[in-house]
């Protein structure tokens, strides 16, 4: 963190605060015990009836120390017994009143005449978690409390109990907006120089909240924008006449237009494409001649031979809707532009739909989403990590750049697994190589469904490529080379979703915990092992099974029969010497291969006797279940050192797969 200015509590000099009751200034002298009140703000009124007075104040050294803040607060005065939401709105008021100061955008603070001011407040960032930080006061508990760390005890609880890393949603807003506000504004120029242009990129890579901004910035310069969900049904399950009529509908819905179009019946097959642009324009010439910019998300659920309806799957509706915007998008170049996005590019990759010239073929100029480069990290990270209390060392954004590839929905999340490493005792805290493994290490142990969800575009689309990563992963470049040679298109879709890197002609992983989590998910999969390396997978998956076998067989055989007639029933496999060894043993002593000898045949055999416990669990298929146990328990390689032959090694993966599944399905 920069170095603390020299700033001591109390209040201004030269402030005029003869606005404010005296109780309110007893409660900014108050404040001025641990902060320096900078400026005496004003009197907002947000309707007749709503007025409010704020105030800012600056954190001391001790305070930009503890919560990572060196900007004024706004401090807002609410003088009602009732809390509204609506008085939030008296914070953007302010930020905008003093732009040119240097305004703490994350946080603020909020001194309400509300008993309840606290529940409501948690309750209001519940249900909108992209709002700021509030840190609220009642007057009374500010003005009675005798206690010196009152408030500042508040502002740790309200600062540091916060996940602002763990954000599932797209971002509406622009507060917690990182790294594409480039990308936003060339998307928008090119709208106003009337360009169409198409933006995909992997799921979670800030698509939606890219858009979000898009719709923002051209609402800020006056313009106007409609925004299509390709994966509504109410969309997508209409026929292309129809869906056209929905996007007038959204226009005018969205933007609250209120110009009379054509009714339903003018959008039959023959006349839609006319009345669409016949609506097109009233609405044009409606609201002033402000081009619009019509944004199409989620563009796969209406692509051919991927959407979820027939009639764009396999029909003609993609061409014919295309067709129609196209031909009115040329006739009339200022009236809109388009926006298509999605995390598949195929509708503007096929020339050809069902026999005929794809509308939108080398037509729209698209892009991948860019990968966050190591500033971009740091400026998130370090503006979310300060406010919670995170210090990340400068090594670290580095670091996070180079282990998730610059995806912030990976980062984010790997960061919010740090953070609850972290008690909120221990903030400030600074976050250190060491910390941060730790942190890498949970996120991928635990969290690799997030890796999952990521890919899923290429397993549901390219499938060939994903095959690729899965073999760059294990190190097979025969195999890799093999797709790449074949089309250059496979590994331009894999360096345009930024998963891969190539430089000199060779392919490495951008994103890390990609590699760690195709190695982990098919390290069982890999060909051409060693002897070494045969062996040693054949001990570690049969290490594996055998508990969590011998696991179900205790907890199974107890819950039907008791510990007492299940012991009975284990000790008879047994066979006498060892059952009259183990008789003494408690039931659940006899299942620790610690205290007790069991083997993986005691188990199989166990199970195979009282199949009538465990059918519903293996299968019910009985002796495919005994063939697997037998086959797994044949190559003890943890037992006897010999050789393995390729094909008895492909015999065992197949067994002990059918196994590891079996005993997943119980998890």
Partial sequence: MAETSKVTPGINPNLNLDHFSEEEKNVIKKLSSDWYITNGGGVIKLAATSSYKYFLLKPTPTLQELFNIEREIIAVFSDYSDFEPRTLDAFDYAINKHQELRIERVCSVLISRDKNIEVRIRDLLKSDAEYQIIVPFNFKEILENSDSFFVRNRFREYFYSRDLFS??????????????????????????????????????????????????????????????????????????????????????????????????????????????????????????????????????????SISASEHWKNGSDF??????????????????????AGTNPKCVEIDR?????NPIFCQIPYEYIPSFDVPQTREMVRTLGRIMGLQFDESIYSKLTEDFGGHPFLIRNVCSVINKLVSEEQRPVRIDKSVYEQGVRIFNEQYSNYIEMILTVLKEYYNDEYEMLKYLALGDMEMFNGFSNISKEYTNHLLGYGILDRNLGSFTFKIESIKVFLVEANKYKKLNLSEKEMLAEISERRNSIEPKLREIVRKGLRQRYGESEAKSKVLDIYGEKRKSKYGPYSYKDIFDPKKSEIYFEDIRKIIEKEWQVFENLFGKDKQSFNTAMQAVNKYRADAHAKSVTKEEMDCFRVFATKLENYISEQD
């Fill in 167 to 304: 954000f599932q949603a797209p971002l509406k807003k622009d507060l917690y907006f990182f790294g594409r506000t480039d990308l936003v504004h060339t998307l928008v120029n090119r709208h106003r120089s009337s360009e169409n242009a198409g933006l995909f990129g992997l799921r979670k890579t800030g698509k939606t909240s890219i858009i979000f901004g898009i719709r923002r910035v051209i609402e800020v310069q006056g313009g106007v924008s409609v925004f299509i969900d390709c994966q509504n049904p109410s969309f997508h399950k209409k026929r292309w006449f129809s869906a056209l009529r929905y996007v007038i509908d959204e226009l005018k819905s969205q933007n609250k237009f209120s110009v009379k179009t054509s009714d339903e019946s003018k959008y039959s097959e023959e006349e839609a494409a006319t009345t669409f642009e016949k609506d097109l324009l009233k609405i044009y010439g409606g609201i002033k001649k402000k081009n619009f910019l019509l944004i199409f998300d989620e563009i796969e659920h209406i692509t051919p």
């Fill in 319 to 340: 061409v014919f809707f295309w067709q129609a915007l196209r031909y009115i998008f040329q006739k009339h170049n200022q009236l809109f532009t388009y926006l298509i």
């Fill in 353 to 357: 739909i069902n026999s005929v010239d």
